[in-house]
Nanobody, 119 residues
Framework: VQLQASGGGLVQPGGSLRLSCAASGDIFSINTVHWYRQAPGKQRDMVATILKDGTVGYAASVKGRFTISRDNAKNTVYLQMNSLKPEDTAVYYC??????????????WGQGTQVTVSS
């Protein structure tokens, strides 16, 4: 199983980006998925979470600006980021609990995708 994160880039303050986290391989089901971010010299922090039933949660710093969603048919989770601020600059990572059988679940990390918010 692999997670592929994509969609990062350079954007001006106030702009938008949409990140994607696509899972591939022998997948029975994708359960909880998180987006994390890590700025230079700082710890990796959770940004948003989506459960298998679609329940979502957000860090206070992004609530109202970011939206996490999932397309189960495509094994993909998205992070729509609006009203971006310079402090959102970081490497963004997806993390997922994936079942490869009905009884076996493992945790996977995607590679990071850089988001830079600057004028």
């Amino acid at each position: 199983v692999q997670l592929q994160a994509s969609g990062g880039g350079l954007v001006q303050p106030g702009g938008s980006l949409r990140l994607s986290c696509a899972a591939s391989g022998d997948i029975f089901s994708i359960n909880t998925v998180h987006w994390y971010r890590q700025a230079p010299g700082k710890q990796r922090d959770m940004v948003a979470t989506i459960l298998k039933d679609g329940t979502v949660g957000y860090a206070a710093s992004v609530k109202g600006r970011f939206t996490i969603s999932r397309d189960n048919a495509k094994n993909t989770v998205y992070l729509q980021m609006n009203s971006l601020k310079p402090e959102d600059t970081a490497v963004y990572y997806c993390n997922a609990d994936i079942s490869i059988t009905a009884r076996a679940q493992s945790n996977f990390w995607g590679q990071g995708t850089q988001v830079t918010v600057s004028s």
